[in-house]
């Protein structure tokens, strides 16, 4: 094949899928993976398992075996949530960080108990209707067989390479002849396609109880791994009740701590104080008052927010009334604040979503953190390790201080929406920070400005972080820009090809079907029949 120029310099325009059956994530292989289950008379929570463990295979630069999942599941009239991230070491305790300032963002110590291979079995074991082992055989076939690498992917491999090669194991498992593979060539992975074949066979046992469990902790004690036996054997899923938050006639459910997404609630609640209907949808207004409350939201996000056993306020503190009103009154809507975090009364990502005629819908989400994660692979299986545990801190008496046994503040979050207690639209905004203020951002398209849910995704995001800066998309009008640098944000406006801003997944629940987008950020497809 001569090479080609893969640049994309040009705009262009996705449209919605409408069907009465539904995936939708951000690489098109794993969405047909997921179609192939819906086809074979599975249903959505079979879709969105085949969907996530292709994910493994053919994003490996956003997730991979060793990660952590959640996922918010509307079954037969019912909202259920599961959080399948795993704990700290025994091991870590602070001293065990002695001497360091912040915790690492690389190697094995980042490395907690990967959750997610016990959450795709817990998923299956309650609702699925195929054989476990069934959702498997898309992702060993794209392993075994191969496939062609796209241009994004090709872009993100690389990106990591200067980060990662000298990891135990990174080298050899991912840069074949010493580097990343170029877009259009064909990558296969049959020892990744050997450890998929195990998890399937062993219903998931063989990574925390067996074999698999065994070659992660022989290679954690040959290269300095802190992950022991007993850490993986001690790793069980949670069922918990999803938290919520009413905006505008709409409902926003989130799983609770230690998931980010009580900032997505918070910001929204925060959110519902101002006239958005007034402002004008893509106004500086618009624009500056969600800045605002996010900035608020992730205040007290990183300062109150961990493993819930360990945090000092409960999460539904951050969610009263009167505390959301006393937030939303520290916004001028002339002026950028600089919000420190309040004080309640005391009491690299993939996403996926799916749906099914039957009226079953998933949200669902994986990671391992950043990218490829911890760069850590365990030689001949395939298994990268994610580097969640860069979520603890080292603040001696902060809730999120790294201790053993402890799951650290988590971005990863799936959203749903209901109105009325009937299910409206399963989404996701995959990508770091950018998921609570995704979500917040979704929700005021929907739901003060009725947007469909591809122009939800398509629309100009901002992301704020831990500094002053704002990160906005090149496509926001340049006096919308101009108007918030009058206000003090100092506005950075971001390259056009930016990977920065998230991807958006949604599918939204229609008269005679759904309606499912999927984000033209990246490689994502909506696919359904």
Same mark, same amino acid.
């Given at each position: 094949?001569?090479?080609?120029?893969?640049?994309?310099?040009?705009?262009?325009?996705?449209?919605?899928?409408?069907?009465?059956?539904?995936?939708?994530?951000?690489?098109?292989?794993?969405?047909?993976?997921?179609?192939?289950?819906?086809?074979?008379?599975?249903?959505? +929570?079979?879709?969105?398992?085949?969907? %996530?463990?292709?994910?493994?295979?053919?994003?490996?630069?956003?997730?991979?075996?060793? &990660?952590?999942?959640?996922?918010?599941?509307?079954?037969?009239?019912?909202?259920?949530?599961?959080?399948?991230?795993?704990?700290?070491?025994?091991?870590?305790?602070? #001293?065990?960080?002695?001497?360091?300032?912040?915790?690492?963002?690389?190697?094995?110590?980042?490395?907690?108990?990967?959750?997610?291979?016990?959450?795709?079995?817990?998923? $299956?074991?309650?609702?699925?209707?195929?054989?476990?082992?069934?959702? =498997?055989?898309?992702?060993?076939?794209?392993? #075994?067989?191969?496939?062609?690498?796209?241009?994004?992917?090709?872009?993100?491999?690389? %990106?990591?390479?200067?980060?990662?090669?000298?990891?135990?194991?990174?080298?050899?498992?991912?840069?074949?002849?010493?580097?990343?593979?170029?877009?259009?060539?064909?990558?296969?992975?049959?020892?990744?396609?050997?450890?998929?074949?195990?998890?399937?066979?062993?219903?998931?046992?063989?990574?925390?109880?067996? #074999?698999?469990?065994?070659? +992660?902790?022989? =290679?954690?004690?040959?290269?300095?791994?802190?992950?022991?036996?007993?850490?993986?054997?001690?790793?069980?899923?949670?069922?918990?009740?999803?938290?919520?938050?009413?905006?505008?006639?709409?409902?926003?459910?989130?799983?609770?701590?230690?998931?980010? &997404?009580?900032?997505?609630?918070?910001?929204?609640?925060?959110?519902?104080?101002?006239?958005?209907?007034?402002?004008?949808?893509?106004?500086?207004? =618009?624009?500056?008052?969600?800045?605002?409350?996010?900035?608020?939201?992730?205040?007290? @996000?990183? *300062?109150?927010?961990?493993?819930?056993?360990?945090?000092?306020?409960?999460?539904?503190?951050?969610?009263?009334?009167?505390?959301?009103?006393?937030?939303?009154?520290?916004?001028?809507?002339?002026? %950028?604040?600089?919000?420190?975090?309040?004080?309640?009364?005391?009491?690299?990502?993939?996403?996926?979503?799916?749906?099914?005629?039957?009226?079953?819908?998933?949200?669902?989400?994986?990671?391992?953190?950043?990218?490829?994660?911890?760069?850590?692979? !365990?030689?001949?299986?395939?298994?990268?390790?994610?580097?969640?545990? #860069?979520?603890?801190?080292?603040?001696?008496?902060?809730?999120?201080?790294?201790?053993?046994?402890?799951?650290?503040?988590?971005?990863?979050?799936?959203?749903?929406?209901?109105?009325?207690?009937?299910? !409206?639209?399963?989404?996701?905004?995959?990508?770091?920070?950018?998921?609570?203020? &995704?979500?917040?951002?979704?929700?005021? *398209?929907?739901?003060?400005?009725?947007?469909?849910?591809?122009?939800?995704?398509?629309?100009?995001?901002?992301?704020?972080?831990?500094?002053?800066?704002?990160?906005?998309? $090149?496509? @926001?009008?340049?006096?919308?820009?101009? %108007?918030?640098?009058?206000?003090?944000?100092?506005?950075?406006?971001?390259?056009?090809?930016?990977?920065?801003?998230?991807?958006?997944?949604?599918?939204?629940?229609?008269?005679?079907?759904?309606?499912?987008?999927?984000?033209?950020?990246?490689?994502?497809?909506?696919?359904? =029949?």
């Amino acid at each position: 094949m001569l090479p080609f120029d893969w640049s994309f310099p040009y705009p262009s325009q996705k449209m919605p899928l409408l069907a009465a059956n539904a995936v939708s994530t951000s690489q098109p292989l794993a969405a047909q993976a997921g179609l192939r289950m819906l086809y074979e008379g599975g249903n959505a +929570i079979d879709s969105a398992i085949a969907t %996530a463990i292709a994910l493994t295979v053919v994003e490996p630069v956003m997730n991979g075996i060793g &990660g952590d999942m959640f996922t918010l599941v509307w079954h037969e009239g019912q909202l259920y949530g599961l959080n399948s991230s795993g704990r700290a070491p025994a091991a870590w305790t602070p #001293e065990y960080f002695a001497g360091r300032d912040r915790m690492p963002s690389v190697g094995w110590d980042t490395v907690t108990v990967p959750g997610q291979v016990a959450g795709w079995k817990a998923l $299956s074991a309650r609702f699925g209707k195929l054989p476990f082992a069934r959702l =498997f055989v898309p992702a060993i076939e794209y392993a #075994e067989q191969g496939f062609m690498v796209s241009p994004q992917i090709a872009r993100q491999w690389a %990106a990591q390479v200067p980060v990662l090669r000298d990891q135990p194991g990174f080298a050899k498992a991912f840069l074949r002849d010493g580097r990343a593979p170029q877009a259009g060539e064909r990558w296969r992975f049959p020892e990744q396609a050997a450890t998929l074949r195990k998890i399937a066979e062993s219903d998931g046992e063989s990574f925390y109880r067996g #074999e698999l469990a065994e070659r +992660i902790v022989a =290679f954690a004690q040959e290269t300095g791994g802190a992950l022991r036996a007993g850490d993986l054997a001690a790793h069980q899923p949670a069922w918990v009740e999803p938290m919520k938050r009413d905006f505008r006639g709409y409902t926003l459910h989130e799983i609770p701590p230690n998931g980010q &997404g009580i900032a997505a609630l918070i910001g929204l609640g925060i959110l519902d104080r101002f006239d958005l209907e007034g402002m004008g949808v893509d106004s500086a207004d =618009f624009y500056h008052v969600g800045i605002e409350a996010m900035k608020l939201a992730f205040a007290d @996000l990183h *300062r109150h927010v961990s493993d819930p056993a360990t945090m000092q306020h409960a999460p539904a503190s951050f969610l009263d009334p009167a505390y959301l009103a006393e937030r939303a009154a520290l916004i001028d809507l002339k002026r %950028a604040g600089s919000p420190s975090a309040g004080m309640p009364k005391i009491g690299g990502t993939v996403y996926l979503t799916a749906a099914d005629a039957a009226g079953s819908m998933v949200s669902f989400i994986q990671s391992n953190y950043r990218g490829f994660g911890s760069g850590v692979v !365990v030689p001949g299986t395939g298994i990268s390790l994610h580097n969640r545990g #860069e979520g603890f801190n080292l603040k001696p008496g902060h809730a999120n201080c790294v201790a053993p046994g402890k799951q650290p503040m988590h971005t990863i979050i799936p959203g749903f929406v209901t109105r009325n207690g009937a299910p !409206v639209m399963s989404f996701g905004v995959m990508g770091g920070s950018m998921q609570a203020q &995704g979500h917040v951002q979704m929700m005021a *398209r929907l739901a003060a400005f009725g947007q469909n849910p591809q122009a939800m995704s398509d629309a100009p995001r901002f992301r704020v972080e831990h500094g002053p800066v704002v990160n906005v998309e $090149s496509h @926001l009008p340049a006096d919308v820009v101009a %108007a918030l640098r009058e206000r003090g944000h100092r506005v950075e406006v971001a390259p056009h090809d930016s990977l920065e801003f998230g991807s958006a997944q949604l599918i939204y629940k229609a008269e005679h079907g759904y309606i499912a987008a999927s984000d033209s950020r990246r490689d994502g497809q909506a696919v359904g =029949f």
